[in-house]
């Protein structure tokens, strides 16, 4: 089972830009498809992107898409969010995630088996 831990939330005005990082370990990350999630209160936890084992293939979420950016480090175990032009309703607590199968690409959240404690982000107005 991987261990996975999120950092870089915080509180940042709209149309700021927020880093977010995901250190893995426990597991050979180079291996799995990585993706970040996010959940705010009152809603259902929901896919924002997931990018493939090797970096070369990411997919995004059409509300994120153009302002968000996923990349990994796999010599370092870490997956990463940059995120950019926020909006206040990309408030939220975000998570990452591991998927179960070597090779899985794509946004099913039940593919995922591994899950940060996740990293809070508001976006004020």
């Known amino acids: 089972q991987a261990q996975l831990e999120e950092s870089g939330g915080g509180l940042v005005q709209a149309g700021g830009s927020l880093r977010l990082s995901c250190a893995v370990s426990g597991r050979a990350f180079s291996s799995y498809s990585m993706g970040w999630f996010r959940q705010a209160p009152g809603k259902e936890r929901e896919f924002v992107v997931v990018?493939?084992?090797?970096?070369?293939?990411?997919y995004y979420s059409d509300s994120v898409k153009g302002r968000f950016s996923i990349s990994r480090d796999n010599a370092k175990n870490t997956v990463y969010l940059q995120m950019n032009n926020l909006k206040p309703e990309d408030t939220a607590v975000y998570f990452c995630?591991?998927?179960?199968?070597?090779?899985?690409?794509?946004?099913?959240?039940?593919?995922?088996?591994?899950w940060g404690q996740g990293t809070q982000v508001s976006v004020s107005s």
């Open positions: 990018i493939n084992w090797s970096g070369t293939n990411t």
């Open positions: 995630a591991a998927a179960r199968l070597r090779y899985y690409f794509g946004a099913d959240r039940s593919q995922f088996g591994s």
